[in-house]
Each structure stands twice: as C-alpha cells, then as structure tokens.
C-alpha cells in the first residue's frame, strides 16, 4: 500500500492579464490553493483548491481552504492508504461540512497519485477519454465594450477563442443589455454570445434582462439570480427562449437533483471544485445527462493544475453540448506548468500522461507564493 505521509499546501498570488470585472468583484489577482500529498513510496499528487473574487463568490476563501486542509483534512488523512481514493473521499466527508473547494484541492491530488503510480491518466480511472481536444470559451469582462470588442476580435483571428461569455449584471439591465448587443454585432452570427449574472438580478431585473438579452442573440444566460431563489431559476427556465445555465446554486448532486426536480435550469455549468471534487462532478454530470439537460465545463479560473484536472474528467464526457470554459491559465499573467497547456484551434488539449498530465515549473512557485507558505520538499520537474 501507498500509505499517505503528508498533505501539504502552499499559497500563490498570481496577478491576471487585466482587471477581471465580475458583478461582485474585479479581480486583479488570482489566489491558488495548491496541495501536495506525499506518499510513502515516493510518490507524489498535486491538486488545487481555488475560488474567484476572494469570498465574494461563495462561502469559502483562500484563506479558508488553507486552513480546513491544514487544521483537519491533512491529520484525518495521514496514515491512510492512498491508494483508496474512495475512502479517503467518504473519511472527508464524515470529518469536514461543506468546504467543497478545500476537498476537491485534497481529493485532486489523491487521484493525481493514483494516476502517477498506476502509470495512467486521470481520465482512465474514470472510464477513458471520448475526445483529446474540447472547446474553450473566454470571458470578456474588461469593464469596456470597446476593449472586449478588441480582445474578441484577436481571439478569434489567432484561433484561440470563439465562444464568449460576457459577465454582466454590475449596470443596470438596460445598459447591459446594450453593452451585449453591441458585442454580438460585432463579431457576427458564427460566434457564440453567453452571459454570466452571478446572482446579481432579481426576478423582475431578470424578466427584463431574459428577454432583451435573446433578441440580441445572446445564447444562454447564467445563475442571473441568487442561488437560492428556485422557483425564480424555474420561471425564468420556463418563459423564455435563452437557455438558463445553473452555477452557484450546484454544489454537487445532490442540488443537481434538485435542479432537476425544479425544472430550474436548462443546463449544468459542472465545476469540479464546486462540487466538492472530481467525483461529485462526475455525479453531477450523470445526473444531467439522465435528466436530458445540457453539460458545461466550468472553471473557478484556476492555474493550469486544476484546469488539467477538469480536462480529465470532462474529455470522459459524451454530450458536453455547451463546451467548456477551461480557460484559467490564460487569464494569469504566467502560469506555474513546467510545460503550458496547449490551446489551438479553439480548443485546449487534455494532457495525455499519467495523474493529470502536468508538472509544476519550481521557479514559478517560488515566485507567486504568499510570504511564509511553502512545500516543505522542492516540487519536482518531472
Ligand atoms: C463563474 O461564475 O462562472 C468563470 C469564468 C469567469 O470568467 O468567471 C468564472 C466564474
Ligand atoms: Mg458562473
């Protein structure tokens, strides 16, 4: 057995390309959670806890899922067998509430360990891949029409991008409303318009937003109200042509049950963090595609470390109708892969090695981490 020796966590800072500007935060700064589970064989798995806006977006912050790792998953967890990921997965569960990203980060390395010491990628322990390649949206969220008009112009003629999601919800609806239509006429028919609200509407706001957003031709709008109003999610799914994505409100399969039973959204936006790890998403996933609803692979815009985790999982998927926004790495102004994930032709590349199929560059995490959090041991390049 692969007894568990240590669990391990360090913090990084990375700042973004440009202001990220969300309806509860802008981001200038991304903090990354990254965990380190050493194995008494020698192995090693890494994964990351990460969340957006600090705790502007859920009730976890980085600070949180620092500590709920260090203070009670790493003692919990130390001593066991490593290899039996699945138990691990039930321990956490009985010793922690909640927390779904600090599990997930935790979670995340154990199946990154497995994967490394049977030889095999992620995506094998969970069934195999359907495709090597999957699509990935950008989000325009400049705070500027003009300068997301630019950027979605770039990242359409250098094959990197030609989906978008537009965070809104920060003006009034009319201005919004406005600030799309002039997105999507600009770059034309064959490129996809979605937006994200991230709560930030309330049901009358909403009505009106729905309906002004489809005769722009905007796709599909996300979590335009506060997770917990389902009856609200249920309206608006039903009233109007635009395709409702649920996001906050899934914290894994058992709200995806709900969902469900509400009839609250026409698509899943399936995160693995939020879910509570790669499993629960997995749980989300089947629960969607049982119930018939659109799958989105979503992002806590993390490094390319959790975004090779999500690859993993979601390249096993078969009807990933809405794509994926596995975008992360990008919006950093340097990510902390040995070697970057590979995005063309508007599609990044699952990584094909075993684990997740990545390496973290040793110099870019002494760069980025936070004063006094370091792995105790150098992180290997191989
Ligand atoms: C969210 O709410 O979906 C995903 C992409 C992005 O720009 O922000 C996130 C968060
Ligand atoms: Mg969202």
Redesign the pocket.
């Known amino acids: 057995m692969s007894k568990i020796d240590k669990v391990e966590v360090v913090v990084l800072d990375i700042p973004t390309i440009r202001g990220?500007v969300?309806s509860m935060a802008t981001m200038r700064m991304q903090t990354a959670v990254l965990v380190r589970v050493l194995f008494s064989d020698g192995s090693e798995g890494l994964g990351e806890g990460t969340t957006?806006g600090g705790i502007s977006y859920c009730p976890e912050s980085p600070e949180s899922i620092a500590s709920v790792i260090e203070t009670y998953i790493a003692p919990a967890l130390e001593g066991r067998d490593g290899d039996r990921v699945n138990e691990a997965i039930q321990l956490i569960a009985r010793t922690v509430k909640g927390n779904f990203i600090a599990k997930s980060a935790v979670e995340g390395a154990l199946w990154d360990g497995l994967g490394k010491r049977l030889g095999v990628p992620v995506s094998q322990l969970f069934g195999g891949v359907v495709r090597s390649s999957l699509p990935a949206a950008w989000?325009l969220?400049s705070g500027n029409s003009d300068t997301d008009i630019a950027e979605a112009h770039e990242m359409i003629e250098t094959g990197r991008h030609n989906i978008f999601?537009l965070?809104i919800g920060k003006r009034s609806v009319r201005d919004d409303v406005a600030h799309v239509a002039r997105i999507k006429n600009a770059v034309g028919d064959d490129v996809s318009i979605r937006v994200?609200i991230?709560q930030a509407w309330n049901l009358q706001e909403a009505r009106w937003g729905l309906k002004g957003l489809q005769d722009a031709g905007c796709e599909l709008v996300?979590q335009p109200v506060e997770a917990r109003y389902v009856r609200d999610m249920a309206e608006l799914t039903a009233g109007y042509e635009i395709a409702v994505m649920a996001?906050e409100v899934l914290n894994g399969p058992e709200d995806a049950l709900r969902v469900v039973a509400a009839r609250s959204a026409d698509v899943l936006?399936v995160k693995v963090a939020q879910s509570g790890g790669l499993k629960r998403a997995s749980e989300v996933i089947a629960i969607g595609e049982a119930a018939g609803l659109g799958l989105y692979a979503?992002?806590m815009?993390e490094t390319g470390l959790s975004t090779a985790a999500a690859l993993q999982l979601f390249s096993t998927v078969d009807k990933l109708s809405w794509g994926t926004?596995l975008f992360g790495p990008l919006l950093l102004v340097e990510d902390i892969l040995a070697e970057p994930l590979i995005y063309e032709d508007y599609q990044v590349k699952v990584p094909s090695g075993p684990g997740f199929g990545v390496a973290l560059d040793p110099d870019k995490i002494e760069k980025f981490r936070r004063d006094g959090s370091k792995f105790t041991r150098a992180v290997n390049r191989a």
């Open positions: 990220h969300l957006i989000t969220a999601k965070k994200d991230n996300e996001d936006a979503g992002t815009l926004e």
